[in-house]
């Protein structure tokens, strides 16, 4: 992941205080999204959350109802009135890309640069199929290519009007698995080779994490939370947030003298809850992502300390990593199940018992009214 801006970078692309209704359903809900110069905003959320719809509003295939849209400081949308899309200076590139079957790559690219001379709009068309690799494809029509490859003209085609600002809505879910990592990762160059300002909307938590500088979570319509990647995965604002970006397992506790007791350990609770929640005897949920248990044979024990002590339910590997599902006492006469996420291949016999230590890290308190 890369660093997140040290300064705050020039506005590109700025929402502001922006609602929006289809009859009685409030798609969009008082959100205020900027998009600093060649900074990449990827809008996160389940579907339904209202992440299209604003991008449609930045795009003006939407007619804004409330708030205000600006393109490079420049009102395009709001009270005033508004620019009509193709004069906004946006590139667009869309999920099912929208290629004109009929046309060759190179005019297809050709279209959005009609009013330049002619060798004009075949010299920057050619030049942005050479950004995104397809120089040599310029001939071709639409049915001879691939998906990643129609993906990459529909980006050449946004980029060659050489736009301040780019909105991409699921530009790769088009795509198989292993495409679509190659794909977006070659986008990634690409669009920080041309510096331009994005704002690009997604459902799939790792790919925002890995495209985005920063990342805008949706909930209901609404602003959930906005920072780095780093920052959502390591410090979620919300149990929202920090079971969109990554699993958990979810317990629930009471906290006693600042800490809250969970079958892995006690955790203080500052530094984990947004505060509203240290009262004692307030009921909080506590989440702990799998990889946050570490296992290990109880004969590698610390000696002195007392291990928690989990009994094997099963094991999978997965590839990179295997699954192990414990169970542990509640500390209430019952069992409480968790799931441990190991790097590698590492699978314990069913009916074992392992030590657990928990990385506290990677466990999470917050209010248990906020969750439900
Ligand atoms: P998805 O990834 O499924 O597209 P999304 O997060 O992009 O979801 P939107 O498509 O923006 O969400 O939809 C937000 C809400 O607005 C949903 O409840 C949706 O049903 C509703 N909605 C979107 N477009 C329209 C429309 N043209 N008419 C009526 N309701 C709509």
Same mark, same amino acid.
């Given at each position: ?16 205080? #922006? ?70 200076? #946006? ?50 029509? @639409? ?85 780095? @990647? ?76 007392? @291990? ?61 009214? #906020?969750?439900?």
């Amino acid at each position: 992941p890369r660093e997140p801006r040290a300064a705050v970078p020039l506005e590109a692309l700025a929402l502001d205080a #922006v609602t929006h209704r289809f009859g009685t359903v409030t798609a969009v809900d008082d959100v205020t999204v900027t998009v600093g110069a060649g900074e990449i905003v990827c809008l996160c959320g389940p579907s339904g959350c209202g992440k299209s719809t604003l991008l449609r509003i930045a795009a003006g295939l939407e007619t804004l109802q409330l708030g205000e849209v600006r393109v490079g400081g420049r009102m395009v949308a709001g009270e005033a009135g508004a620019v009509p899309p193709e004069r906004r200076g #946006v590139g667009l590139v869309f999920q099912d890309y929208a290629l004109f079957p009929h046309l060759s790559v190179l005019d297809n690219v050709r279209f959005g640069l009609s009013a330049l001379p002619a060798d004009e709009q075949r010299r920057r068309a050619l030049d942005a199929l050479r950004q995104v690799g397809m120089g040599d494809h310029a001939d071709r029509f @639409p049915h001879h290519l691939s998906g990643g490859q129609q993906q990459r003209v529909a980006l050449a085609r946004a980029l060659a009007p050489n736009p301040a600002v780019l909105l991409l809505d699921e530009p790769f879910s088009g795509l198989d698995a292993r495409l679509r990592e190659q794909v977006r990762d070659e986008t990634l160059h690409v669009l920080k080779r041309t510096g331009a300002a994005t704002m690009l909307v997604t459902h799939d938590p790792e790919e925002a994490m890995f495209l985005a500088d920063r990342i805008v979570l949706m909930r209901d319509g609404r602003v959930e939370q906005v920072g780095c @990647p780093v920052d959502l995965y390591t410090r979620p604002a919300t149990a929202y947030a920090a079971a969109f970006f990554g699993e958990v397992n979810a317990l629930t506790g009471v906290v006693r003298g600042g800490t809250v007791d969970t079958p892995v350990g006690r955790l203080a609770v500052e530094g984990h809850a947004c505060g509203c929640c240290v009262a004692d005897g307030a009921s909080v949920e506590v989440l702990i992502r799998p990889e946050a248990l570490k296992l290990a044979p109880l004969t590698d024990g610390v000696p002195g300390a007392l @291990p928690t002590i989990a009994r094997v339910a099963a094991a999978r590997l997965l590839g990179r990593s295997s699954l192990v599902h414990l169970n542990l006492p509640d500390g209430r006469g019952g069992t409480v199940h968790l799931h441990a996420r190991m790097p590698g291949q590492f699978l314990p016999a069913e009916g074992s018992h392992l030590s657990v230590e928990l990385d506290r890290t990677q466990a999470f308190v917050f209010p248990a009214s #906020v969750t439900k």
